[in-house]
């Protein structure tokens, strides 16, 4: 490859940055120029391109969000649209592209292969749903916001001798629920994936809580799950105990990412181009059993994962609900 175009597309999550940093600074050791793409594929379209250098990823390895800024692009599941992207990189030279997104980002980049432009995804999202790797760009930086969050709610609950519902991101996959959960010590987890709410016997469970002395309480719940301020309204009212819900919302996206972040994610970036120069193309980097790996991206969008039934099970325990 002579040249290899970057972009972010999707959510956006910390740690895109230090990939973007390590597309273009190991392009750039390999003699290979770099493009960036602003705005995911709609800047593809709209032809939002230029050349990166090693001084256009100073200073953003500690820094949240993406300079290459993100977005969504509905046109783009559109085979002509698909068409006028691959058409857009072969005039602009981009023979390799590394992009860097969640699923609906890996559907677009496989259409993007099919019409000849050599394609490689990293996973960067902040609800760790991507079936085929155990890691995410940005997952560890969002559940350690939430986790700082959650303990800071914690302190005052305590002192008021509150119950408190603290919502946290994950509409689909409750992963950072479920780290909360038990990294917070929280007496209830709601989660898609486990969907057993049934609000009598959370009330119950405070009551019989309050009898035996407990000073808080704390309720950890997956966005969507349901209303987290109506919830409280009626555990409040049912149970006599002062009930109030946080919503910690998109403060769980942004923020200096972690080591882990920097670092897996300068991994998979590098990782990105060397498959590129290999002559690579369709391939999504995974991190799976302790190494970095690549799939295939149709082999990686057919993979489905869970949550860990182990830590689900073992959150229930550590809650001390007897
Ligand atoms: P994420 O990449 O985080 O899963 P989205 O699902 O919103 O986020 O997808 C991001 C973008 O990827 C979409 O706006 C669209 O441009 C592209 N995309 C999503 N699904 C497809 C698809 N089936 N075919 C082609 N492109 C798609």
Excluded at 230 to 241: C, F, L, N, Q, S
Aim: charged share 25%; net charge neutral.
């Amino acid at each position: 490859v002579k040249t290899i175009g970057v972009l972010t597309s999707g959510g956006d999550a910390p740690g895109m940055n230090a990939a973007i940093r390590a597309v273009v600074r190991t392009a750039l050791a390999e003699g290979v120029n770099v493009k960036g793409i602003r705005r995911g594929y709609m800047g593809l379209l709209e032809e939002d391109i230029y050349d990166m250098d090693s001084k256009s990823v100073s200073d953003i390895i500690q820094r949240g969000g993406t300079i290459l800024y993100t977005a969504r692009c509905p046109e783009f599941m559109k085979p002509e649209y698909q068409e006028k992207g691959a058409e857009i990189c072969k005039k602009h030279g981009i023979d390799g592209l590394v992009v860097i997104g969640g699923d609906g980002s890996f559907r677009g980049a496989r259409d993007l292969a099919k019409r000849g432009v050599n394609t490689v995804c990293l996973p960067g999202t902040i609800d760790l749903d991507i079936a085929c790797t155990d890691y995410t760009i940005g997952f560890d930086t969002a559940v350690n916001t939430a986790m700082q969050t959650i303990d800071k709610v914690r302190d005052t609950s305590t002192s008021h001798e509150r119950c408190s519902i603290i919502e946290v991101m994950g509409r689909k996959a409750g992963y950072i629920a479920l780290w909360c959960g038990i990294a917070n010590g929280a007496e209830d987890i709601l989660i898609a994936e486990r969907y057993d709410y049934n609000e009598e016997v959370i009330i119950d469970k405070i009551k019989k809580g309050r009898k035996a002395g407990r000073k808080h309480y704390i309720i950890i719940n997956a966005e969507g799950i349901g209303d987290s301020y109506g919830m409280a309204e009626r555990i409040e009212k049912a149970t006599g105990m002062e009930t109030r819900a946080t919503i910690i919302g998109h403060a769980q996206r942004g923020g200096s990412p972690t080591v882990r972040d920097r670092v897996y994610a300068s991994a998979m970036g590098g990782m990105a181009v060397d498959l590129l120069i290999k002559g690579a193309t369709n391939r999504v980097i995974a991190y799976k059993n302790d190494k970095f790996v690549d799939y295939d991206i149709d082999e990686a969008l057919s993979m489905t994962k869970d949550i860990d039934q182990h830590l689900f099970d073992l959150a229930k325990k550590l809650a001390g609900n007897f």
